[in-house]
């Protein structure tokens, strides 16, 4: 028999005030609503698979320009063509790139080149001289924007003139974006 001492017996607890309702479930006192049905041919997605796709749908590609291009092929077309121009005016060039660059024939140059191959028009990438199927992915793409920027920051492509890869750069960059300035005026 156990002591009135011992810990570990169980007592009696006396009731506190009047007598305490039944126990109810949290889901008893709040009511659960119905899950909804998933209607046939659907497939669910969670969260939130009840109220349809929630997942964004990616933009459509543009007909006839790699992956990440922003632009339209006319636009490279026309950028291709006003930066070959730039680059034949040789000294007179006029370029509108953020970077310090020295020779504007140059980076008209890089210009021309990261439209051209955008366009399909060179068979070896512009700064890493690689051949990819065309249309380029957006890493292929991306991998080119990110070796001039190397280049220009002289961690890498030492053979590659600083100042044509800003002009890829810059045309890269312009291409994979419509927040971007054209990085050769137009002509006039």
Do not use: F
């Not at 570990?8 to 009511?31: D, F, K, M, Y």
């Not at 051949?131 to 001039?148: H, I, K, L, Q, S």
């Not at 920051?153 to 890829?168: F, S």
């Amino acid at each position: 028999m156990a002591s009135s001492s011992d810990p570990w017996s169980e007592r009696r607890q006396a009731p506190h005030g009047p007598a305490e309702p039944p126990q109810r479930s949290v889901s008893e006192i709040l009511g659960t609503p119905e899950r909804p049905t998933i209607l046939p041919g659907a497939t669910p997605q969670w969260p939130g698979h009840e109220y349809g796709n929630t997942v964004p749908a990616k933009p459509a590609p543009i007909p006839g320009v790699p992956g990440a291009v922003r632009r339209q092929r006319a636009e490279l077309e026309t950028l291709r063509d006003d930066a070959a121009r730039q680059y034949h005016a040789g000294e007179a060039a006029r370029v509108h790139v953020y970077a310090n660059h020295r020779k504007e024939a140059a980076v008209a140059q890089g210009v021309w080149a990261a439209a051209a191959w955008l366009l399909g028009e060179l068979q070896a990438s512009p700064i890493s001289r690689e051949a990819y199927t065309y249309p380029y992915t957006a890493r292929e793409v991306g991998r080119e924007e990110t070796r001039a920027r190397d280049c220009i920051e002289g961690n890498a492509w030492y053979e590659v003139d600083e100042d044509y890869a800003a002009g890829v750069l810059h045309g890269l960059e312009w291409a994979t974006s419509t927040e971007k300035q054209r990085p050769v005026p137009a002509a006039a």
